[in-house]
C-alpha cells in the first residue's frame, strides 16, 4: 500500500525511530522534542570546520557534528541508546567496516 501511496495519515504519523535534520540549514545543534508515539529521535546537525588536537599533540581541521538523542525511557533502555550513539560515531568515522 505504501508503494502504491495509499497509506492513510494515521498509518504514517507515528513511527517507533525519527530523525530530524536542522544540519542541512545550517543548524550546529539542537534538541529533538519526542512526538508522542515515537520511541527515539535523532537530532543531526551540520558539519562544520572544526580545530582538534591530532594523536601526536599537533593541531588539525576536521569536519565534525552534533547529533542528539531523546528516547521515551518506557520504551528504550538508556545504555542501549548511548551504546546505539557510540555505534553510529563508529560507522560514521569509519565508513569502510560497512562494506566488511
Avoid: C, W
Avoid at 1 to 17: D, H, I, M, N, V
Avoid at 25 to 54: E, Q, W, Y
Amino acid at each position: 500500500r505504501a508503494r502504491s501511496k495509499q497509506l492513510k495519515p494515521e498509518e504514517y504519523s507515528s513511527g517507533t525511530f525519527t530523525i530530524s535534520n536542522l544540519g542541512m540549514f545550517g543548524v550546529d545543534a539542537f534538541k529533538p522534542i519526542l512526538p508522542p508515539g515515537t520511541a527515539a529521535i535523532m537530532s543531526v546537525g551540520a558539519s562544520k570546520p572544526t580545530v582538534v588536537a591530532g594523536d601526536d599533540g599537533s593541531m588539525k581541521v576536521e569536519k565534525q557534528m552534533t547529533v542528539g538523542l531523546a528516547a521515551d525511557h518506557r520504551i528504550v533502555y538508556g545504555a542501549h541508546a548511548a551504546e546505539f550513539l557510540r555505534d553510529l560515531k563508529e560507522i560514521i568515522e569509519n565508513p569502510v567496516q560497512l562494506l566488511v
